[in-house]
């Protein structure tokens, strides 16, 4: 069943065409990675599937829904209830504590549960560190801690903009576990990288070049 | 949870919070500080202006004389709590003898004097004893006076011109005494006693000012005094008296003097007494150039308890003085009030300025934190805006960004306004000490008022950071610095 469809998108910014053209499929339960080198338009790309931008051309459906005609209102409303969001750059709030920061999130899409952000830290490993403040916490610890924010709300798509990319190998390979476990518990991926490793987890790889989907690789060796 | 991520983000980001907060509850405290002191200042300024003398004065009615008890009879229609202080005065030229000057001097009751003259300065004392005299600036440097001078001062009653007729005054047995202007304006004194029948026993003649070879011996030749005995007044010179060869003048002044002559006081001869200077009195005002003596050495020198006016300090407002003075006016006609006006309407006038100074300064001060505090949280928005991004991007809506930043604002405004209560009551508990010598009372209501107006103005502040944070664009999380 598809989650996100993207029909024949285009984002142009005077005479520069971020996205062209472009049509992308991606099924309910998918693990999928974007690559790509900068200036590729995987940004814009994030971006429009985030909810966070508009394509100035084409159909962006998520779970039926087109998105790509909301307001800026409707489309908050929906990247609350439907995407978790992780980042490079980990974004946690520096004043509150991991489980506080699990919280937020909560405390945006509906009402804030202890219990249940505690849960979520446990899921990333990182009950004992909850009461810690994202600068007492690695940078390993504070991705972890966003992972745990991106799933606390069960969204149907979560969408990682470079989520191991100031991380070390170590910590890279913990939040992979995660996002396989993830997998596995039907919850639909998309990660943009540029690197091939954490490309090489996801079960497809989509390659952009100029604006375009340059190609397609399926990857072989996924789940072995 | 909003509570909790407002007051973390307060409490864990210290130092930008508490600028907001110091000029928050700086202007908090100025503000409460001013409106205490405004609420208290009438009453303050009242004070403060009677401090710059009496605002009252008491003086004798058209042709009456006014002593102590006439002056005590007027403070009773005015109640004692309200009489800060009553201060007699009694004016009269005294002559300092050795160098031939004479100058005004005042007797008065020195216990009341720093009452209703309060700016008087006075480098030394203060006379507590009689015999004792405050000089005037002016005086003392004119004839060179320092502390502990003496000098000898000489009351010269003035020649009579009184209404009682000498004819009333020439029963039999009578003292009588009298004085006329002799030779170069010099007076002349006598003394006469009557007999039985009412004819002159006897003539005593003070011509101490007249010249001692000439007219100066009228007081001494017995063939001149002699033509006086026997005699009934009034009588003529050239007729009853002869004058004395080389002293006409003085002559006709004797005889001017015996017609003139009454019922003899205590002080129709000159009264000489010795003063110490205890102090110089500086005043900027003609009381410079004034000896104040005490009333006890006045009534020793001129023979009255006359007083020529008092000065009242009263402790009320101007409509009140009206009626006290209306009140004392009527009451007896002996004595009359009237007020000053030049202090009770400057006292208003003067108030209507602060009232406008207050308003001004209170609109500068109320500018000035909202711009700090604006500024501050402005700031705290650019510092803020990823953040605010990742809000965004987690869902939150511009009405939640809107609410936090505005209950920031609001807490801020909460703990400003406490903070500015209690210390603008003690900032103005301290200027109204300081310059008005004076403790207020803390108002009940100023806690609450300078909450809410803190809280009002941290809000107002906030508006245009509000407008800032909910600009953010949530896709500045996405990608790098």
């Not at chain 1, 409303?77 to 995407?83: L, Q």
Request: proline share 4%; with cysteine; charged share 20%.
């Amino acid at each position: 069943m598809s989650l996100l469809e993207l029909k024949n998108i285009s984002k142009i910014y005077g005479e520069l065409k971020a996205l062209d053209n472009v049509s992308l499929h991606v099924d309910q339960g998918e693990w999928v990675a974007i690559m790509g080198p900068s200036g590729s338009g995987k940004s814009t790309m994030m971006n429009i599937i985030g909810c966070m931008d508009k394509p100035t051309k084409g159909e962006v459906l998520l779970d039926g829904v087109d998105i790509s005609r909301e307001s800026s209102k409707a489309l908050t409303d929906i990247r609350r209830d439907k995407i978790g969001l992780i980042f490079q750059q980990f974004h946690m709030v520096n004043y509150l504590t991991a489980v506080e920061n699990v919280m937020v999130s909560q405390y945006y899409h509906s009402m804030p549960d202890e219990k249940e952000a505690l849960e979520a830290l446990e899921r990333v490993g990182l009950r004992e560190r909850a009461r810690h403040l994202p600068s007492q916490l690695s940078g390993g610890e504070q991705q972890r801690v966003c992972v745990a924010r991106a799933l606390i709300n069960h969204p149907e798509l979560i969408l990682a903009d470079e989520p191991t990319g100031n991380l070390d190998e170590a910590n890279e390979n913990i939040v992979l576990d995660l996002f396989a476990r993830l997998h596995q518990e039907g919850t639909t991926l998309i990660v943009v990288t540029h690197d091939p490793e954490v490309a090489e987890a996801a079960q497809r790889t989509i390659v952009l070049e100029h604006g375009r989907i340059a190609r397609e690789v399926i990857n072989e060796n996924f789940g072995k | 949870m909003f509570l909790r991520m407002i007051t973390a983000s307060l409490l864990r980001r210290r130092s930008r919070m508490l600028i907001a907060l110091l000029s928050i509850g700086i202007g908090a405290t100025i503000l409460a500080g001013l409106v205490t002191i405004y609420v208290d200042v009438p009453r303050q300024m009242g004070a403060q202006f009677r401090s710059y003398g009496a605002n009252m004065l008491v003086l004798p009615a058209e042709g009456t004389v006014m002593e102590r008890d006439g002056l005590a009879d007027a403070l009773e229609k005015i109640p004692p709590d309200e009489v800060i202080g009553a201060t007699p005065y009694r004016y009269v030229r005294l002559d300092m003898t050795s160098r031939q000057q004479s100058f005004t001097a005042a007797g008065t009751d020195f216990s009341q004097v720093p009452k209703t003259s309060p700016y008087f300065s006075i480098e030394g004392n203060y006379p507590e004893h009689t015999r004792e005299v405050l000089a005037g600036k002016k005086i003392a440097e004119t004839i060179g006076l320092k502390t502990g001078s003496t000098m000898e001062l000489t009351y010269q009653p003035a020649a009579r011109t009184e209404a009682v007729s000498p004819e009333d005054s020439r029963v039999p047995g009578a003292e009588l005494a009298g004085n006329a202007e002799g030779f170069g304006g010099g007076i002349v004194y006598v003394s006469v006693k009557l007999d039985d029948h009412g004819a002159v026993a006897a003539l005593e003649i003070d011509a101490g000012t007249q010249t001692p070879e000439y007219g100066g011996r009228t007081a001494e030749d017995e063939g001149f005094l002699g033509q006086f005995i026997g005699k009934t007044l009034p009588l003529t010179l050239g007729e009853d008296v002869d004058a004395l060869s080389g002293a006409t003048v003085t002559s006709e002044a004797v005889v001017q003097a015996v017609n003139s002559a009454r019922k003899a006081e205590k002080a129709a001869k000159p009264q000489t007494l010795s003063f110490t200077v205890t102090g110089i009195l500086t005043t900027g005002g003609e009381e410079e150039e004034y000896l104040f003596i005490s009333l006890e050495d006045m009534k020793t020198l001129t023979g009255s308890e006359q007083l020529d006016v008092a000065e009242l300090s009263v402790s009320a407002p101007a409509e009140q003085l009206e009626a006290y003075a209306e009140a004392i006016s009527q009451e007896n006609g002996a004595v009359r009030a009237r007020l000053v006006k030049r202090v009770t309407r400057s006292e208003a006038s003067v108030l209507e300025k602060l009232t406008a100074l207050v308003f001004l300064v209170t609109l500068v001060v109320l500018l000035l934190t909202m711009i700090c505090v604006s500024t501050t949280m402005m700031a705290v928005v650019s510092e803020r805006r990823r953040e605010i991004g990742l809000r965004k991007a987690l869902g939150a809506s511009d009405g939640s960004i809107r609410a936090e930043f505005l209950g920031e604002g609001l807490f801020l405004g909460l703990l400003g306004g406490l903070m500015g209560g209690i210390l603008g009551f003690v900032f103005a508990q301290a200027v109204s000490v300081n310059v008005f010598g004076a403790s207020i009372t803390f108002q009940p209501l100023l806690l609450p008022a300078a909450i809410l107006v803190s809280m009002v103005i941290a809000a107002l502040s906030c508006l245009l950071p509000i407008k800032r944070a909910v600009a953010v664009d949530p896709a500045i999380v996405l990608k790098g610095e």
